[in-house]
T-cell receptor, first 114, second 109 residues
Framework: DAGVTQSPTHLIKTRGQQVTLRCSPKSGHDTVSWYQQALGQGPQFIFQ???????QRGNFPDRFSGHQFPNYSSELNVNALLLGDSALYLCASSLGASSGNTIYFGEGSWLTVV | RKEVEQDPGPFNVPEGATVAFNCTYS??????FFWYRQDCRKEPKLLMSVYSSGNEDGRFTAQLNRASQYISLLIRDSKLSDSATYLCVVNIPPYKYIFGTGTRLKVLA
């Protein structure tokens, strides 16, 4: 039973560049959420995708965008990178038709912006 | 006021001790509640869901008090392997999950 998988695991980008992170949900899950976790903080909700549409969003600027594909996998795109975007980006999947279901995380992508 | 608040700790306890963590939430519409465990530089992993009636899983007991809007986690007979950060998570309908900043636990030999 494949869990949530993310790629790449680590990457370094320069300020102003753009980055794309990828996620495949746990087998049988149809919903993907993205979180940003800065050092010493809890994960912060970026947005959630279900049926290829963004259905809820946290307090993140439009520089953060995403996509969900028909196979339920997802991408997170961040444009015009800032130093403050350096963080662990976590993808979580769940079975999404109803609210409040348990979410399962991938190992995350460590992004460093220099 | 933060939507979910936890004491960041660290809690340093000896092996075999009982330790309790509390978490408060501000949104009365919150529907589902969870405790996650996160090891250093790893992803959060589900420890247990929290139900109104309270629930127990081995050495771990979780309680929910909706009237006072807090959640607790009790760990009995602490093991060295329990050392981690414990994250309180609240689901705000329909689909948003809010995490606390986490409480660090270090169990000492």
């Amino acid at each position: 039973d494949a869990g949530v998988t993310q790629s790449p695991t680590h990457l370094i980008k320069t300020r102003g560049q753009q980055v794309t992170l990828r996620c495949s949900p746990k087998s049988g899950h149809d919903t993907v959420s993205w979180y940003q976790q800065a050092l010493g903080q809890g994960p912060q909700f970026i947005f959630q995708y279900y049926e290829e549409e963004e259905r809820q969003r946290g307090n993140f600027p439009d520089r953060f965008s995403g996509h969900q594909f028909p196979n339920y996998s997802s991408e997170l795109n961040v444009n015009a990178l800032l130093l403050g975007d350096s963080a662990l980006y976590l993808c979580a999947s769940s079975l999404g038709a109803s609210s409040g279901n348990t979410i399962y995380f991938g190992e995350g992508s460590w992004l460093t912006v220099v | 006021r933060k939507e979910v608040e936890q004491d960041p700790g660290p809690f340093n306890v000896p092996e075999g001790a009982t330790v309790a963590f509390n978490c408060t939430y501000s949104n009365s519409a919150s529907q589902s509640f969870f405790w996650y465990r996160q090891d250093c530089r790893k992803e959060p992993k589900l420890l247990m869901s929290v139900y109104s009636s309270g629930n127990e899983d081995g050495r771990f007991t979780a309680q929910l008090n909706r009237a006072s809007q807090y959640i607790s986690l009790l760990i009995r007979d602490s093991k060295l392997s329990d050392s981690a950060t414990y994250l309180c998570v609240v689901n705000i309908p329909p689909y948003k999950y809010i995490f606390g900043t986490g409480t660090r636990l270090k169990v000492l030999a």
